[in-house]
């Protein structure tokens, strides 16, 4: 299996543009999730889905963050408008049905630049 | 709210000495702890998983503990190499919300030749 796949891999926007970033997650796995990390809070959940159903969003910062999961492969997440505090890197991960009794496998990320 | 501290932030041993990172958690109330590792520019790697009932897991040269009443969990790593130079990140789930891994801000490891 390839892994979880995100593109872009980097990306250098201006202000005000939206941004969308997208997950593959690994074939056959039912919880997909979003976390954002940077030098002052870490990594942070942003939103995860079972199922493709969105589960749990409390963590997505503001109404200018969206998540969907329109099938089993293929996840967005996007910043519509961008700002430059949200410059960070943006990771996906998945997991098989058994989670939380099996781990999380997390993409390469994405690192967002907002200028 | 569940925080997860990791001590100290960076180290640096020279090869061939054993080692402890240390991590602990202010809730006891976990469903599992996991050890990551995370090497610049990319995603991190699960290195091992510890449900709540266990109180250890081994994997290679890598030693995880984890003692829940007191909120703290270890990751011994033997005979350390360079290739171990990475960030290293602990995580508990909360068995509340099932989708919710609280990272600690991870240890810096260097491993000199």
């Known amino acids: 299996d390839a892994g979880v796949i995100q593109s872009p891999r980097h990306e250098v926007t201006e202000m005000g543009q939206e941004v969308t970033l997208r997950c593959k997650p690994i074939s056959g796995h039912d919880y997909l999730f979003w976390y954002r990390q940077t030098m002052m809070r870490g990594l942070e959940l942003l939103i995860y889905f079972n199922n493709n159903v969105p589960i749990d969003d409390s963590g997505m910062p503001e109404d200018r963050f969206s998540a969907k999961m329109p099938n089993a492969s293929f996840s967005t997440l996007k910043i519509q408008p961008s700002e430059p505090r949200d410059s960070a890197v943006y990771f996906c991960a998945s997991s098989s049905r058994r989670w939380p009794l099996d781990t999380q496998y997390f993409g390469p990320g994405t690192r967002l630049t907002v200028l | 709210k569940q925080e997860v501290t990791q001590i100290p932030a960076a180290l640096s041993v020279p090869e061939g000495e054993n080692l402890v990172l240390n991590c602990s958690f202010t809730d006891s109330a976990i469903y599992n702890l996991q050890w990551f590792r995370q090497d610049p520019g990319k995603g991190l790697t699960s290195l091992l998983l510890?449900?709540?009932?266990?109180r250890e897991q081994t994997s290679g040269r890598l030693n995880a503990s984890l003692d829940k009443s007191s909120g703290r969990s270890t990751l011994y790593i033997a005979a350390s190499q360079p290739g171990d130079s990475a960030t290293y990140l602990c995580?508990?789930?909360?068995?509340?919300?099932?989708?919710?891994?609280?990272f600690g801000k991870g240890t810096k490891l260097s491993v000199k030749p």
């Open positions: 995580a508990v789930s909360e068995g509340g919300s099932q989708g919710n891994l609280i």
């Open positions: 510890i449900q709540s009932s266990q």
